[in-house]
């Protein structure tokens, strides 16, 4: 072959001049073609995935909640909450992005799903007490409204059972909870106590009569007054209840204090502290907390409620405290 004719360029003189202007137009328009084809490639690049719409899909069932979301391209994040609806278990509470949202197609969209109540049935509580229940229920539900309360105050009826036991409720165990719901329990006052024997506490000290009351079971209800004729100071001066008489349990004994001399570095007066009335008798004791050294316990009984008094011959600046059922109910200085 003859590479030189080939290449002859002296023949491009006997192009036709139209011919050839076609050609360099068709050339140029391919190569802005492809310029403007290369230009959207990059601008599609750019755009990335379409945008979309974020349904809503609160309250939903999980199932139809994935498949709206699928619908739009969008993928699931689930997590699992307790709710306060027990109706409300498998259902979307929360979502985000918020319903309405324009957002990328692929993005993951968080759903809180109801694992439904904490509880879902009433628990049995007979053979509990009330305190156990309550500490038992604010455990379950933790940070959720809580479905089940408890009724205050509980029916008391005297049984064999100790004191404070549930012996029964209502709603019975086991039944579904649909929505919120008060328990009522019938709750043990403990065996009905026979009648008590009144001590004889007149001439008694202070530490003496306590000391007779812890015994002897009664309730009882103090006064201070000075003493008069030869009645001592210090003393148990009179009682309004004859001795060996048997009373009620609940019902209080009048025991009238002999006022102390006074002695220097000591402090007197009766402590009083109003009470509610308790269904049953509950362990109450009254402590002195003197400026140094430990503390000690002035008297310490089952008491009914309603007025706790006890007089008191304590070291100056001592504080008392008074006690139920371990707790601190009143903390007043002595003297004041």
Same mark, same amino acid.
């Not at 379409?50 to 609160?58: A, C, G, K, R, S």
């Not at 689930?78 to 309405?100: A, C, K, Y």
């Not at 400026?291 to 008392?320: C, E, W």
């Given at each position: ?35 403007? &084809? ?9 755009? @990335? ?5 974020? /349904? #809503?899909?609160? +309250? ?19 997590? !699992?909450?307790? &709710? ?11 979502? +985000? ?22 509880? +879902? ?7 509990? %007490? ?28 005297? #049984? ?19 929505? /919120?719901?008060? !328990? %009522? ?14 001590? #004889?506490?007149?001439?008694?000290? !202070? ?8 015994? &002897? ?24 209840? #004859? ?10 004994? %009048?025991?009238?204090?002999?006022? /102390? ?7 007197? @007066? ?31 009984? +089952? ?7 006890? /007089? ?25």
């Amino acid at each position: 072959m003859n590479f030189r004719s080939f290449f002859d360029f002296r023949k491009l003189d006997d192009i036709d001049p139209r011919h050839f202007r076609t050609a360099i137009l068709a050339l140029v328009s391919l190569v802005i073609l492809m310029g403007l &084809s290369g230009l959207i490639a990059f601008f599609l690049a750019l755009r @990335g995935q379409e945008q979309t719409l974020v /349904p #809503d899909v609160i +309250d939903l069932e999980l199932s139809s909640a994935l498949i709206k979301l699928q619908e739009k391209e969008l993928y699931p994040r689930v997590s !699992l909450r307790f &709710s306060n609806d027990p109706e409300s278990r498998g259902r979307i509470l929360e979502q +985000d992005p918020s319903p309405g949202a324009i957002v990328k197609a692929g993005r993951r969209i968080a759903l809180v799903v109801s694992r439904g109540a904490a509880q +879902d049935k009433v628990g049995d509580y007979v053979g509990q %007490t009330v305190d156990e229940v309550k500490i038992h229920l604010q455990t379950v539900f933790g940070s959720t409204r809580q479905l089940i309360t408890v009724r205050e105050p509980p029916v008391y009826i005297y #049984d064999k059972s100790p004191a404070g036991t549930i012996l029964e409720q209502s709603p019975a165990p086991n039944v579904d909870l649909s929505g /919120p719901t008060q !328990l %009522t329990f019938v709750v043990s006052r403990g065996p009905e106590k026979a009648k008590v024997k009144v001590p #004889d506490l007149v001439g008694l000290s !202070l530490q003496e009569a306590a000391l007779q009351i812890e015994k &002897s079971g009664i309730a009882f209800q103090f006064t201070v007054r000075g003493p008069e004729g030869r009645e001592r100071p210090g003393t148990v001066v009179a009682q309004l209840s #004859d001795p060996g008489a048997l009373i009620d349990p609940s019902e209080a004994v %009048t025991i009238v204090f002999g006022a /102390p001399a006074a002695a220097e570095g000591m402090a007197s @007066g009766l402590f009083s502290q109003s009470l509610p009335e308790y269904p049953y008798p509950l362990r109450s004791v009254l402590y002195t907390e003197p400026p140094t050294g430990p503390r000690v316990p002035l008297i310490s009984v +089952d008491h009914p409620g309603r007025l706790f008094t006890m /007089p008191y011959v304590v070291p100056q600046g001592s504080v008392l405290v008074l006690q139920v059922l371990n707790k601190v109910v009143a903390r007043v200085e002595a003297g004041r």
